[in-house]
């Protein structure tokens, strides 16, 4: 790793405990808008307050993101995209380069690739691409690889969450998110497979509760995890900077989930 890539990466990822939280602000392209990101701005001023190490969106919104004020927070410029209005939704293009992100100012960039969609092997390739463009400038890539398409069956199984993870470090992603599996027996033999490469989890839709969540992430970490990219269950919250202070606890200060509930009053 070159000496931009790891002074760029340490604008997101904590120099201490190597873990990171990063807050996706990337559902407008697909959504439009919806509930928490109305204003971009606030949202990111809430979290950032909170304690995230990062917020993820695309090129367009940089501009309506940039405060001007507040607590600093890395900046990931999402690359790829396709809105739910498309014949495949999970048929994800490239919508952004590598050098527009950079002059954009981002700390770090991101791919969508849904490994088991028709259209996998073009995700593929369009990969490859932004790869060899991140070696050549230097910034950290994070792949969101997710088992998604008609073979997939179940988007946790552990079974095609291995292949994904592992595609992903395969292709020479810095960072790799990805879906929980739901124990952490089975996320620990997909971490173990690629410990030189942080892997986080998604957040998914948002949960129905705020102990689920956290067990979520306690869980994640026991298991090798290196952190979260939490959207929903963190901009549709009640309170979404006392939220991502609680995760914020898990992660980097190695709180149980019985502790964060107590130092947190949640409703």
């Known amino acids: 790793m070159n000496i931009g890539k790891n002074i760029r990466m340490e604008r997101f990822i904590d120099r201490k405990t190597k873990r990171t939280i990063i807050i996706p602000m990337d559902h407008g392209l697909t959504l439009g808008t919806i509930k928490g990101l109305e204003d971009i701005a606030e949202m990111i001023d809430k979290v950032a307050l909170g304690g995230a190490n990062a917020v993820l969106m695309h090129s367009g919104m940089v501009g309506a993101g940039h405060r001007q004020y507040g607590k600093d927070v890395g900046l990931i410029i999402h690359l790829s995209a396709a809105t739910d209005l498309a014949p495949d939704p999970d048929r994800k293009v490239l919508v952004c380069s590598v050098e527009r992100a950079l002059k954009l100012g981002a700390d770090g960039i991101s791919i969508h690739i849904n490994i088991g969609a028709d259209e996998e092997p073009e995700m593929l390739e369009d990969a490859s691409k932004v790869v060899e463009a991140s070696r050549e400038w230097g910034v950290p890539l994070i792949a969101m690889m997710y088992p998604r398409g008609k073979k997939i069956k179940d988007e946790n199984d552990p079974e095609v969450v291995n292949i994904a993870v592992r595609a992903g470090v395969e292709l020479g992603a810095d960072i790799v998110k990805t879906n929980y599996t739901g124990s952490i027996e089975s996320f620990e033999y997909i971490v173990k497979g690629?410990?030189?490469?942080?892997?986080?989890?998604?957040?998914?839709?948002?949960?129905?509760?705020?102990?689920?969540?956290?067990?979520?992430?306690?869980?994640s970490l026991e298991a090798g995890g290196?952190?979260?990219?939490?959207?929903?269950?963190?901009?549709?919250?009640?309170?979404?900077?006392?939220?991502?202070?609680?995760?914020?606890?898990?992660?980097?200060?190695?709180?149980?989930?019985?502790?964060?509930?107590?130092?947190?009053?949640?409703?």
């Open 226 to 267: 290196s952190g979260v990219a939490f959207g929903r269950n963190v901009f549709q919250s009640k309170d979404p900077t006392k939220m991502v202070s609680a995760i914020s606890k898990i992660v980097h200060k190695n709180y149980t989930v019985e502790e964060v509930l107590k130092d947190f009053n949640f409703e």
């Open 194 to 219: 690629v410990k030189h490469i942080p892997v986080i989890i998604a957040g998914g839709p948002k949960m129905n509760t705020i102990p689920d969540v956290l067990q979520m992430v306690y869980d």
